[in-house]
């Protein structure tokens, strides 16, 4: 376990190598883009990620360069942790309306779903948002949490259509494909048995990704 001298040591290279600091940033951007948090808060509570691992002996041995390689795995899981907890932090409540819109968490759960206990429909939504970020690291093509946070910024499909470089029918095609597979790893429905009317219906219903 490295010393709380040595720990600061190793810490402060992580601020006095360029190239890792752009590499910090290049990871917060991209993580961040799109969702409103700052990447400089993303960059922060990855470094204080970076030096409680230090304190805690979790980087152990080596030189820098192996210090590099671990710093950049903590940071980069400490950066998609902070921009998940920032995302749910914002639906923390029932009774506070879902950014972007003027609706209630309460209300964006229907009752043919059986989710009748306030609690388990917040439950529902939170495991959608975490399975958007899922689905995001999967598809990175697909850019499902961008798409999901046009939703909610209130763009049309043709505005991200043009920020994409794709066509409106892509857009269109690939919000059907989400909303399915939050959908079926929910267990509400099968892929197979989805198509565009069952697409609008839990969009109307749910509207918790709108």
Known sequence: MLSAQESWSYSSETWLDSNYRQRLKKIANKYTRG?????EDAVQN???????GLQSGKFREGGLEEFYRWAATVARCAIIDFVRQENLRKCQSLDCNIPGTD??????????????????????????????????????????LKLWQSKIDGKTQTQLAGELRVSQSEISKRWQELLGR?????????????????????WTRTRFIS
């Open 35 to 39: 969702t409103g948090i700052s990447w």
């Open 46 to 52: 990855a470094h204080l990620k970076i030096f409680q």
């Open 103 to 144: 609706i209630a968490l309460l209300d964006t759960i229907t009752d043919e779903f059986n989710i009748l206990e306030a609690t388990e429909r917040a439950d529902l939504i939170f495991k959608a948002i975490e399975k958007i970020y899922q689905l995001d690291q999967q598809y990175p093509r697909q850019n499902y």
């Open 182 to 202: 939050i959908a079926e790893s929910l267990g509400l429905l099968k892929v197979e048995d989805f198509n565009a009317n069952s697409c609008e219906n839990i």
